[in-house]
């Protein structure tokens, strides 16, 4: 820059910089020749400042360059004394090495001055000098105020890196070397200040851990022929064995497994080092699983995250080691942890990165060789390989696991994989069996693939033979599973493979009784056209009539009785459809059922004709619909198993609509019921006036006696219900006043009995009208 100001013009600035290399060369070349013309101790320094600037692995603080001089000069023993100013660092190199202020560090002024420099300027083996600097500073004891040298983090982390870069085998080194690995202080004072130290945990490290973080394979072996223990555990239970795995040191695994380290041994975590190389996947990873394999590493262990060897493998790969795992294995069928063989490891967790590939989308975002495209193919071939390599090492896939019962198809169709049924159904040798049912929720695979509504996979169990008749326990049948579903194509299919319709499952149902419960009108309209029973007689299946009604479907229980369902079928009861709509209530199905053809005067268990039921439940309407019906003569006067007929239970509860209607259609007042009563009777002894006075006019014989020879009007003197309108209605109705009951006794004595003198008064009042009548021509006599 300075050449540069000098230029007047643009011309001159142009060949100033033409020459500017040249100018760059006596520059640097000056400098240089000013180094080497210091005297010694400038000069040793700069020698060593350039030296440690151009050969450290990262750039270094000026206090870490001022401690590593002091440290050479020193060789460990009070170091602090030679320890050179800050400003000197600089100025003794001539300009050819600058501070960066951003950083603090020292570096070179130029890139370029790296191929400038002479001999004597940098330390013949410059490694080897910055590995002993760094030596005698691990070894270095802390200093009085127990301050840390800078310098420390370097040398505990680059040490050896300057060490095997020097290629050089100065026995000095080597005694270093030892004492720093005997002294348990020093190693973990150095191993504290590494970032990236195994574990972060360094208590109880032994030199032999240390030999195997530097990867110095020699005094690994040193170590161990001095008796070094080869399973000696840092506080987190990790052994060298754990650390060479973990940083991929493959010829230190080796050596160890053949010094019998033992490769099970699991630390504070559980981990044991085969979790421990799966954890951190390096180059060196295959060829150090299968070191440990060899060395019976055991695959069932679970580790830190509850994961064994093989669990991971399959999950995060890589395949080669997954695939070294599994060949490890005595017998591929053999739970690795309870439940969980090798083929459901890769089932559950192989499809998992699958499925956690596809759920993320990423597979979408660009399909492109550059894009996901190259990842989903890698999963898809990890899984496609290592499932291969069980088919071939004759894995069972009708053996269910012990504790849950797990089987691969049925997997396969849960996590709807339709490319994997089709591998496990055209297994040449051993396919699954396409029939075997799950044993947990007792279906068969294709019941169980039309549950969850695999078409695809559905296809192709039926493609393979699947039994489509029901017969697998439960009687759960396919088509049962694909009218669940609504499933209208399936249904067809089924039915075009010959599918049972008729079959019955444990709840006593057909295909047809779900069809018509959940009113899917095409597929019950398809079942009942292609020959599925409307009617099953005498088995406990529920009536499918009373199924469409139940669900108010009065179309899809027309299309049943157009296909001849069977409007008196029974229940258990003895009801028929319309019993149970009279007991309803429902006006719309008994108006249904009775244009379907049916009968009012069936019984049932108690004898009880729907109107009975009607009557009972207090359905005015129901009462005149069903009366309106009945056309053969008594109809409406059946009697249930207590003798009632409709006309009594509607007088008894005192409904004066039902008996209005009941009366009108032809109800017989005369039936005699329990106890020989009639509704006549029945009405008089509640004090049911409107009624009765419906009944008298319709009453055959006003007068017909009871089992006790009451009358009428007996039970209208005799009732505490009854009132004077009572006995008015009876006597003007043409009661006789004079019949006597079996103790002898007219309705007048009777109320003397009973102590009821204003009924007697009432009643001598119609007597004496009578007689009146009579004496206006009749004959009335009066004898009581």
Known sequence: MDTLSKCGTMENIEKALSKLPDNLDNAFEGAMKQILRKRDFDKELASHVITWVVHAEVDLTIAQIQDSFAFYKSKGDSWQGNRPSKGLLTRVCAGLVVEDSDKGTLRLVHESVKRRLKDGILYKNADLEIAKT??????????????????????????????????????????????FFFSKKKLMRAFWTIPDAPGRTVEGMTGL?????????????????????????????????????????????????????????????????????????????????????????????????GHTPLSLVIRYGPTAVAKLLIESQPDVNAEVTTGWTSLRELFCHGHEMETEFEKSGRNTRNPS????????????????????????????????????????????????????VQRLLERKSNPANVNLQDPNTELSPLCLAL?????????????????????????????????????????????????????????????????????????????????????????????????????????????????GVDVHATDGLGMTALHRACVEGNLSHVRFLLDMGSKTDLKDATKSTPLHHSVLRGLDNVVDLLASRVSQAGGLDHQDDKNNTALILATMLKKHKMVESLLHYGASCDVKGQDGLTALHRAANLGFSDGLKMMVTKAGNIDLADSEGYTALHHAVNSEDSNMDIVDILCDGGADLERQQKGGLSPRKLALSLNKEDIAHRLDVHITRKQRRAGNGGTYEWRG
């Open 134 to 179: 760094c030596l005698s500073c691990l070894r270095a004891d802390t200093s009085d105020n127990n301050s840390e040298t800078p310098l420390l983090k370097y040398a505990s982390s680059h040490w050896a890196r300057h060490w095997h870069d020097s290629q050089d085998n100065d026995p000095e080194v080597h005694i270093q070397i030892k004492k």
């Open 451 to 563: 549950r969850y509504e695999r078409v695809a996979i559905a296809k192709q169990l039926i493609a393979h033979g699947s039994d489509l008749s029901g017969e697998n326990g439960d009687r759960q049948t396919p088509l049962i599973e694909a009218v669940k579903n609504n499933d209208r194509d399936s249904v067809s299919l089924l039915i075009r493979k010959k599918a049972l319709p008729n079959v019955i499952d444990k709840n006593k149902w057909s295909a047809l009784h779900y069809a018509v419960n959940k009113k899917y009108t095409d597929i019950t309209w398809l079942l009942v056209t292609k020959g599925a029973n409307v009617n099953f007689p005498g088995s406990g299946v529920p009536a499918l009539l009373d199924v469409a009604l139940s669900v108010d479907d009065l179309p899809v229980a027309w299309l049943l009785r157009h296909h």
């Open 369 to 420: 060789v550059r894009g996901w495209s190259p990842l989903k193919l890698a999963i898809d071939s990890h899984v496609q390989v290592l499932m291969k390599l069980l088919f071939d090492r004759g894995v069972d896939l009708n053996r269910p696991t012990i504790e849950d019962n797990w089987l691969p198809l049925i997997h396969a169709i849960n996590t709807n994989r339709p490319n994997t």
């Open 209 to 305: 851990h240390a030999a195997v973080f530097y990867n110095l394979g020699a005094h690994a072996k040193t170590l161990i022929k001095a008796g070094a223990d080869v399973d000696a555990q840092c506080s987190d239970g990790q052994t060298a064995l754990h650390w060479a795995a973990a940083l991929g040191r493959c010829r230190l695994v080796k050596y160890l497994v053949r010094k019998e380290a033992n490769p099970n041994v699991q630390d504070a975590s559980r981990d044991t080092p085969i979790h421990k190389c799966l954890s951190r996947p390096t180059l060196n990873n295959l060829e150090i699983v299968k070191s440990l394999v060899q060395a019976k590493a055991q695959l069932d262990i679970t580790g830190a995250k």
